[in-house]
């Protein structure tokens, strides 16, 4: 299992390409990448603020959590923080597995949970304002699925 | 105790954490003693409903008791992923 939280950017392939590597029990490798998005066409940067030492915990507590309800080989998170660029990766996931529906399943719960209890926050700034972004009640409610 | 403050709580009260010398024995009142400090910690916690606290890095609930707590962190829900 890796959990990394930085600032760097990271490529996400290259962290692909050596996840689970090797393995002979891992039939498949479902991963997300988290984009910075431009919604109104006038994002400047995105601001994300983080827990140090809280979200390590966090993050590895979902990840525990996800390796107890499914039989995974492996876990890859990785988070950033600071200014990140229009387009810019923002975290990945990554889950291997022996078979697909544990893969996909797991890398969903973790999505899920790092968004609403991974202690981060992101502030979208524009030439005319910075704004926090709000939690949706759909993140929230997406948590009851699982 | 330290006190930490994320994001727009950050903001509104004007700095990132402080000692805070306490006797509160619950979140609740340890919200109730900073409200009467000053207006900008009374806009801060006016709606707790807005808010998520952590006691030593662990999410917990504004009823919770501070026995024991060494770090109290106040923040808006979070916006990972």
């Known amino acids: 299992m890796t959990v990394r939280v930085q600032t760097d950017p990271f490529d996400a392939g290259a962290e692909l390409n050596g996840f689970a590597k090797g393995r002979g029990d891992v039939g498949a490798v479902v991963s997300f990448t988290g984009v910075v998005r431009d919604t109104q066409g006038n994002l400047r940067e995105m601001l994300i603020e983080h827990y140090p030492g809280m979200t390590e915990k966090a993050i ?3 990840a525990d959590e996800a390796r107890k309800r499914w039989d995974l080989a492996d876990v890859l998170v990785i988070h950033r923080y600071g200014p990140l660029a229009v387009g810019a990766p923002i975290m990945m996931v990554a889950t291997a597995a022996a078979h697909r529906a544990a893969a996909f399943e797991a890398a969903d719960f973790l999505m899920d949970y790092l968004k609403s209890r991974a202690p981060f926050w ?11 972004v709000a939690a949706k009640n759909a993140d929230e409610d997406a948590l009851k699925r699982w | 105790m330290n006190v930490i403050y ?29 409200r009467a400090r000053e207006a900008r910690y009374d806009a801060a ?20 008791s501070l026995a024991g707590v060494r770090e109290v962190a106040f923040f808006p829900p979070m916006t990972g992923g």
Do not use: H, M, Y
């Open chain 1, 122 to 132: 992101k502030k979208e700034v524009t030439a005319e304002a910075e704004t926090w």
């Open chain 1, 60 to 62: 590895s507590a979902i």
């Open chain 2, 45 to 64: 916690f006016a709606d707790i409903t807005a808010l998520r606290v952590a006691l030593d890095q662990e999410l917990s609930d504004f009823d919770s």
């Open chain 2, 6 to 34: 994320f994001a727009w709580v950050r903001e509104r009260i004007g700095i990132p954490q402080e000692t805070v010398e306490t006797n509160a024995a619950t979140v609740n009142d340890l919200i109730a003693e900073l």
